[in-house]
């Protein structure tokens, strides 16, 4: 039986019918278009008096398909499919095409933009006849969430969930929870001091009866999909029985092997080769660093195992793999330091002086390794003049293009420590003060007033290189000062470089992992840069704090509990729809020639060995068709794009094409003679 | 036999001859061919006239097995008279289906096809640049040669095709297949394709494993071990995506399939498909190194993706110099 | 030829960056060439090359695939395998005698209206200054071919109306 299909273009005002000629297109879509019973122009379809003319139509004319010629589908799709189903239609039986951001909005040439707004809806109506009735898709979301990263974000969203009664699987690769911030001396504008806001959040974290907290682990593997995750973690041997550990600490106190901490301390001070990163860890179980004991070295020593009271040290313990099964998955993982080293005319790594502002916070805190005072590296000098050098490898397209968000303030907060604890003077070397949020603004005025020296202009050089004996034995930055336009020399004792905050190095691979994509800088991206921020393309996976772009504690804070509340959401709603444009393999004719086994990044393709074909697993199929277009056999049908749909709509789209099978072209027209017609 | 007689036409247009071959290839059915049916027309074994056959009324042949493609006039009206007389037309063999090797000849048009023959080609003495007319005068009358066209097509786009038999040759099974079916009155709806509805891996007996591709070699370049995809040993297979139907002939004696059989049931365009899917599985993520492996690989990609099916493409030929003349 | 030329031009466009590209560019109101007429697909990875090759058989003068940067994809790195198929394409098509300016693949990010608008632009300005394709036309034999069929069946005219 032929479809009955409805046409309605919309005027949207003007904002169509300024450019598109709506009432000709209709007109001639229900004169020339094949199987078009209805084809009406209407001044807003989207309003309740445009979709009750679909309604009636569907009903009065016994419309089996319908299509709506209006804004983009990302506008409207959703309503007019609704108006479609209150009318007893398929949903998926509606189909949009795109006349205004397309057609009217773009267009300048009446004539040509009507042209094109018939092509389109032609296409439509093509396409339209051959969509197929879909059904959406529930699946039960499991109610346990899994938290990836245990700083300020990911232990805020770990909060709000496991107070709101769920369990919640937080994973930190660091043998303790507490991320940058744990390394902070204090928080700006406030001041208040970073660890006695940051260690109660912990300890709570690690206390939580809803709360298993997998530190020293890291995340291998990720499958499912909305509300049924599994996730393979991997526990590294961290040599100590949890268990029987009561983290008195005498194994750290005995163990003769001092290294250097580069991770907690950014290189400023030492730990032993069994360790927790700092005094208030959680978990307070060490772990030992095999690289650097002694008893993996040459199996001697042993003075952990000897001494623990518990008998907790097990230097044969293995890693293991975990899998576990989670509805939602809140990505938290943070961000890195930008490699100073890359601008080698700032003389980070060659000039002794030079500090990154994670070596700052480490040197001014009161837990750090000078216990707080502002020494230079020999470890007395107090120094006397102070740069703080903003946005290095910010704001800058030779490194990142992005504004780090928290440098001004830290820069401020560095200054205020400074002033506080030396009687030093102090620069700060900026490009443009950012300080946007509350208090922030406030807090530089409180700096000027404290006699900071603000500098605007791009530090162009830090040397040690002397011109005049007023900069022997100093670091001498050179800038320009951009309000006065001069080129200007200061000798100070220490230089403090603003590093960038980047995504994590392996942010995109593993990104891959939990099916999130990148920004070109290496930033998770969101769903919607405004409307949707902790979301992500894929569901189920949300991004919370710095890994989704630079930002300060207050932002990481509102992401980790916004991420949380959508993770509720999910939970308290109890089931997700799916879409159901997913992909299907007739297996009667798949030969199993495995070219689509590698196609689809989701693992949504099986093998089946016995039967020798493969399998899209439609929960896992996010229905990007690209194993369809790869099919030799032509055997994988796309849901809602098969094929059949797509030649229609080319065939559709050309009407007024040479050969088109609908066309006026003249080529395709011409009678052939055969010998039964002579 | 109780049954009348049936009757059966073949016929060859632009082909190698090697389906009339086939055709014995029967064996011993041959006599039951014989015995169902009275051979009306074939040229190549039957002395039966063209006129004869237009003498005939339309439909009177039962069925006629049409191979080769169609790329001079005569062909054509042939084709067309056929049609008109027989009940079923099967386009058979790869040429009548799908424009087979013959059709290769449409990255060329008449002329450059002539002068290659008739004056290109080392043996050839020609001094005049005589090429072959449509008409010549000569003291006796005119002369006729069939006009000679810048495209092969298939049959079916030169007649419409009842159904079709696959391969360069088709299967002596195969064909056995679609005389039983014929007998037995048992053919499938008009306008199928007599074969599997799957590709050749399905029959093929190598082991076969996910794939990634990081060079196509050629033939003669690498030995294949025996037991393995010769995808998955870089060579460049068509098994993937030819209907399956002939038992996997080529691969199991470690020779890539070539593609005879066609493609799978609603494919539209079979280079597409090899296309589609060799390009899919090459392991590079850079366009120079995508570029370097596709450029390497397969020096010749028409030749390679539409050896047997280029008529049959979407796109049919190379584009024509002065097209539509 | 009474009117200028203008190209027909089909495009598929993915339906989380470019066709959002082309939403951006919209909105915006940035005006580009109306020629290049919009296919929806979820993915530029579902872009099969018979979708091209139809197009052109069917007598558009160009086709452009777009969809998001290599890095960006929506489905992680689908786009990777349409850069792949796109490259055979052009292969293939090269040997067909297809010029290389009229099949384009462009990349545009959902906030790249403008660039989308501008690559639009470009393909049609190159499209039109190439002519027509109007591919169909390479196979619509000449008047010498239909003259001879005729001739054939009048010649033969005779015998055939023995019987019909």
Redesign the interface.
Known sequence: MAERVGVYVCHCGSNIAGMVDVEEVARWAGANLKDVVVARDYKFMCSSLGQAMIEEDIKKEKLTRVVVGACSPHLHEKTFRRACQNAGMNPYLCQMTNLREHVSWVSVDRKLATEKAKALVSASVERVKRQAPLEPMYVKVNPATLVIGGGIAGLQATLELADAGYHVYLVEREPSIGGHMAQFDKTFPTLDCSACILTPKMSEVGQHENVTLLTYAEVEEVSGSVGNFKVKIRKKARSVIYQKCTGCGICSEKCPRKVVDDVFEAGMGTRKAIYTPFPQAVPRVPVIDRASCIWFERQKCGACKKLCPTDAIDFDQQDEVIEVEVGNIIAATGWKMFDCKRIPQYGYGRLANVYTSLEFERLCNAAGPTGGKIVLRDGKTEPKEVAIIHCVGSRDVKYNEHCSAICCMAALKFGHLVLEKTQAKVYSFYIDMRTNQKGYEEFYQRLLEEGMVFVRGKVAEVTDAARKPSEQGKLIVQFEDTLLGKQQRIPVDMVILMGALEPQADAKEFGLKLGISCSMAGWYTERHPKLDPVATMTDGVFVAGACQGAKDIPASVAQGAAAAARVQGMITKGKVMIEPIVASIDEESCSGCRICNTMCPYNAIEFDPEKEVSRVITALCKGCGTCVASCPAGVITGAHFNNDQIFAEIEGILWDAAASPHGNGSAAAKPQPTAASL | MSKPKGKLALYWAASCGGCEIAVLQLDAKILDVAEAFDIVFWPVAVDAKVRDVERMADGEIDVCLFNGAIRTSEQEYMAQLLRRKSKVLVAFGSCSHEGGIPAIANLNNKNEIFQTSYRDTPSTENPNGVYPQPETQVPEGTLHLPVFYDTVRTLDQTVPVDYYLPGCPPEADRIWDAITAILENKLPAAGTVLGDDTTVCDTCPRKRSEKKIKEFKRTWQVIPDAETCLLEQGLLCCGIATRAGCGALCPQVNSPCIGCYGPNNGVQDYGARLMAALASVIDANSPDEIQRIIEQGIPDPIGSFYRFSLAHSLLRRKKLAKAGE | MSEPF?P?I?GFLCN?CS??A??????A????A??V???????S???????V????????DGVMVAGC??????????N??????F???K??LQ????DDQRVRLVWASAAEGQQL?DAIDQLVEDVRRLGPL?????????A???K???K???E??E??E???
């Not at chain 3, 990875?45 to 979708?51: H, I, K, L, N």
């Not at chain 3, 990777?80 to 198929?85: D, E, G, L, T």
Request: charged residues 20%; hydrophobic residues 45%.
């Open positions: 203008e027909k089909v989380w066709y959002r082309a939403d951006l560019a919209g909105s109101r940035i005006k580009h109306p020629n007429r919009i296919i929806r697909v979820m993915c990875g579902r872009v099969d090359p018979t979708f090759l139809k197009a052109l058989a069917l007598g558009a940067h290599p890095g960006e994809c929506h489905y992680l790195e689908q990777y395998k349409a850069m792949r198929r490259h055979m394409l292969h293939a040997a067909m005698g297809v608008a109007n591919w169909p036309a390479n196979w619509q034999e000449d010498q071919r239909l001879a069929l005729e054939i069946a009048h033969h005219a015998a055939m023995v019987l019909s």
